[in-house]
């Protein structure tokens, strides 16, 4: 049997990993990515996956439909943490 080279995705990269939030994955929830087995994976909040980037990337750039879907939910999701930071920590007024 011929040795798989060290940067083939092969087996210990899977191209999605599903049901993210109730696994030791979860955190890609909080950063939007993560790292397994030396691969990043891109979270996507609406399906609760975990993509690998390359995979992401190469169906983004097929299609360009995909692409703005893409760019819509992450800009919508990190929108939504901005605001649920600013109600979180309120600035406090400063004196003039």
């Not at 011929?2 to 939030?21: A, F, H, L, Q």
């Not at 993509?51 to 703005?68: G, N, Y």
Request: proline residues 6%.
């Amino acid at each position: 049997m011929p040795k798989r080279p060290m940067r083939d995705p092969g087996t210990s990269r899977p191209e999605r990993v599903y049901n993210v939030s109730s696994s030791q994955f979860s955190v890609a929830r909080r950063f939007g990515s993560c790292m397994i087995n030396g691969a990043e994976y891109h979270y996507d909040q609406a399906s609760d996956t975990l993509t690998r980037m390359d995979v992401w990337r190469a169906r983004c750039a097929q299609s360009k439909e995909a692409a703005e879907q893409a760019a819509a939910a992450e800009r919508k999701k990190w929108t939504e943490a901005a605001q649920l930071l600013s109600l979180e920590n309120p600035e406090t007024p400063k004196d003039a």
